[in-house]
């Protein structure tokens, strides 16, 4: 999640061709081989694709093969979740321990989504046709399965649709030839209530840390347009109180531990954090 989806509080529903794995979701996986798969594809725009490419099969498969991504997941964009806020792998891969990781009640979303489902991590990804599927199952069979090298993302996901009868903004080949004015951005606000908490990572506040008391520290913040600091002025707002905001310790010497802490936002760039309980808040 970015600094902006956090502040305006909005998931972004991905396309399978903004993955960082390039073999996510690979389009290998659906095949498009006869006239009832490019049926079951194109639905009721079946007879148009016929007239435009003059009912040459052949074409007509080869085009279908190349474009489905791009017409499915402009119906549908994919929200990567995972189970814990204590993997070290998950904070060093994905976060640089400097980055924060968002807690969410998925139940409270206020957008039209299917799952979560959990990855199915496998060593044997097969393909199969789309006209035995559908264009929906199609989807959740091909955005479920990893190998077993990713087990330790212990991956979740949601399913989002877009909002009405509106396309989303496509990604991948022919996607410029589908694509609409209208198309929505992929981004999908969330009500407070779905907000459950968020973990600050080890390295979050750098430099900027100034120990006032042994269970209270000040970070100052000489930028105060960068984008730590745009994350504290969101965590200070008191219409936050309900959202429990941790930062991640060292447990041992390869742990993570999250612990609960309260931020004042004493001035502009300035914040006072507080660990709660007896453990202090840091332990670099």
Known sequence: MSVDALTNMYLYATHPCQFNDPFDCNKGIVKITTEESMKALWNGLYEELC????????????????????????????????????????????????GFCVGLDVDRLSFKHYGPFPINYTDKIE????????????????????????SYEEEWRLLVEGPGDRYMKGFGPRADELAS??????????????????????????????????????????????????????????KLQSVNIYVAKADGLAGIKPVRIGIVKLRDGKFRVVGYGNARAFGF
């Open 127 to 150: 393909t199969f046709d789309i006209a035995n599927s559908g264009g929906h199952l199609a989807m959740l069979m091909q955005t479920n399965v990893k190998l077993p090298e990713w």
């Open 51 to 98: 007239e435009r490419m003059g009912n040459d099969i052949g074409q007509m498969r080869k085009y279908s093969q190349e474009a489905y991504m791009a017409i499915l997941y402009r119906k549908l964009g994919i929200i990567s979740l995972t189970k814990s806020d204590a993997n070290p792998i998950m904070w060093a891969h994905y976060a640089n321990n400097d």
């Open 181 to 238: 004015p209208d198309d929505h951005d992929r981004k999908f606000p969330y009500p407070m209530q779905a907000l459950r908490s968020v973990c600050l990572g080890m390295r979050f506040f750098g430099d900027d840390v100034y120990q006032v008391s042994e269970n209270e520290f000040d970070v100052v913040y000489a930028d105060r347009s960068g984008l730590a600091c745009k994350v504290m002025d969101f965590l200070a707002n008191p």
